[in-house]
C-alpha cells in the first residue's frame, strides 16, 4: 500500500512539472505573404504546359492553392508570342488541369514566361532549350555470380551508349522503362490471350554501379552501408567525368534463382510476345539539372539525411529559378532508344 501511494505522489509531480514545460506558440505573426509558383518544363518537340499556384502556410489544412484565372505571357527569343490558356482534361477516373500554350519549343529556343495574378507580386522565369542528346547503342546482358544465398545469383546489365558534346558542364537525365504485353486470360481455354498493347513502367536500377552517378556518394555513406541511390523516374548526372568523350552507362539489377537451374536467355514461345526495354537520355538545362539533382539527394538514404532529420544538420535547398516567386522553369530534349529483352531474363 505505501508502495502504491508512493507511486501515485511521484505521479502527480511528474505530471505537474511537465504540464509546466508545455508552452503555446502562436505562428501567426509569422505568416509570410503568399507568393506565386510557377512550375514548367519546356520540352524540344512537346507543347508546352505550365501549373500556377501560391505558396501555403504550416498552419493551413488541406487550401486549394490551384489558381486557374493567372496571365501567362509567353516570349520566345525576347518576342512575345501568346498567352497560355487554362485547359481541363477529364477522363473515367480523373482531371488534370494546367495552361497551355499552342507553340511547340525547339533546340535553341529562350523562353520566358511571365505570370501576372491580381493580389500576388508579378513573377517571371526564362531557360533555353538544350540540344538534342544523341544516343548511339542500348545492350541488354546478362552475367551469372555464385553470391549470398541463392544457389546462383544473375546481374542484368543495362549498356547505354552515348556521345557527349565537347563543351563542359552538359546535365542529363537517365531513365529506363519496360514494356510488357498485356494479356488476357481465356475463360474457358485457359490461354493467356494478346491484347494487342503493352504496358510501359520505369524501374529503378542500382545506380550506385556507374561511376556518373556512384561519384554523389560520400565515404562516410559508404562505410556506413548507404550506396544505394534512388531514382525509380530516372537520375540525373552531369559530364564532370567524361566530358566530350562517347560513354558507356552500365546500370545493373541483381536477380536470384533459388532453384539453381539456368535462366539465361530462351527461346520465345510461338503464343507470347517479346518484353522491350527503353532508354530515355534527356539533356538538361542547369537550372533544372540542379532542381532534379536535390530532389534526387533528399529521397536519398544518407546520414546527412539522417542529421537533417535529427536537426543536426542544415537541410538540401531545392533550386527554384522564379524571380518575384518560386517553382522552376526547366529545359529538356529528349532521344531514346528501344531493344527486345531475350526470353528468360
Known amino acids: ?23 503555446y506558440v502562436d505562428l501567426e505573426h509569422l505568416r509570410p505573404d503568399p507568393k ?12 508546352l504546359t505550365a501549373t500556377v499556384s501560391r505558396t501555403w502556410f504550416y498552419t493551413d489544412e488541406k487550401p486549394n492553392i490551384i489558381i486557374e484565372d493567372a496571365k501567362i505571357s509567353l516570349y520566345v527569343n525576347g518576342q512575345y508570342r501568346e498567352d497560355m490558356t487554362w485547359s481541363v482534361e477529364e477522363s473515367e477516373y480523373n482531371s488534370n488541369s494546367y495552361y497551355r500554350a499552342s ?9 520566358r514566361l511571365e505570370v501576372e495574378k491580381e493580389g500576388f507580386k508579378e513573377v517571371s522565369a526564362e531557360c533555353v532549350l538544350p540540344v538534342k542528346p544523341e544516343l548511339l547503342k542500348l545492350e541488354v546482358v546478362r552475367e551469372k555470380y555464385t553470391g549470398g544465398y541463392a544457389h546462383y ?7 547505354t551508349t552515348f556521345k557527349d558534346s565537347p563543351q563542359e558542364g552538359d546535365c542529363y537525365l537517365l531513365c529506363l522503362a519496360a514494356g510488357n504485353p498485356i494479356y488476357q486470360t481465356d475463360i474457358e481455354t ?31 555513406d559508404e562505410l556506413l552501408g548507404n550506396d544505394w541511390l534512388s531514382g525509380n523516374g530516372g537520375r540525373p548526372f552531369s559530364d564532370e567525368l567524361i566530358n566530350g568523350l562517347e560513354y558507356t552507362l552500365k546500370l545493373v539489377i541483381n536477380s536470384y534463382n533459388w532453384s539453381g537451374s539456368n535462366t539465361g536467355a530462351e527461346e520465345l514461345p510461338n503464343n507470347k510476345k517479346p518484353r522491350y526495354i527503353k532508354v530515355y537520355l534527356y539533356a538538361l538545362s542547369e537550372s533544372y539539372y540542379q532542381y532534379l539533382m536535390a530532389l534526387a539527394e ?3 538514404l544518407s546520414l546527412n539525411n539522417d542529421l537533417v532529420d535529427a536537426g543536426l544538420a542544415e537541410p538540401i535547398r531545392v533550386l527554384s529559378n522564379v524571380v518575384g516567386g518560386t517553382g522552376i522553369l ?16
Not at 506565386?36 to 507543347?47: D, E, H
Not at 545469383?153 to 549498356?159: E, G, S
Not at 485457359?190 to 565515404?219: A, L
Request: aromatic fraction near 14%; charged fraction near 20%.
Open 330 to 345: 526547366g529545359a529538356a530534349s529528349v532521344d531514346t532508344l528501344t531493344v527486345e529483352v531475350p526470353y528468360g531474363y
Open 190 to 220: 485457359g490461354e493467356d490471350i494478346y491484347m494487342g498493347t503493352y504496358s510501359w513502367r520505369t524501374f529503378s536500377p542500382d545506380y550506385s554501379y556507374e561511376p556518373v552517378f556512384k561519384n554523389k556518394i560520400s565515404v562516410l
Open 298 to 300: 533528399l529521397a536519398d
Open 153 to 159: 545469383a544473375y546481374r542484368t546489365i543495362y549498356k
Open 103 to 111: 507553340y511547340v519549343p525547339s533546340e535553341g529556343d529562350k523562353i
Open 36 to 47: 506565386l509558383v510557377l512550375n514548367c518544363v519546356a520540352q524540344t518537340g512537346m507543347p
Open 1 to 23: 500500500m505505501k508502495c502504491l501511494m508512493k507511486h501515485t505522489i511521484l505521479f502527480i509531480l511528474l505530471s505537474t512539472i511537465f504540464s509546466s514545460c508545455v508552452k
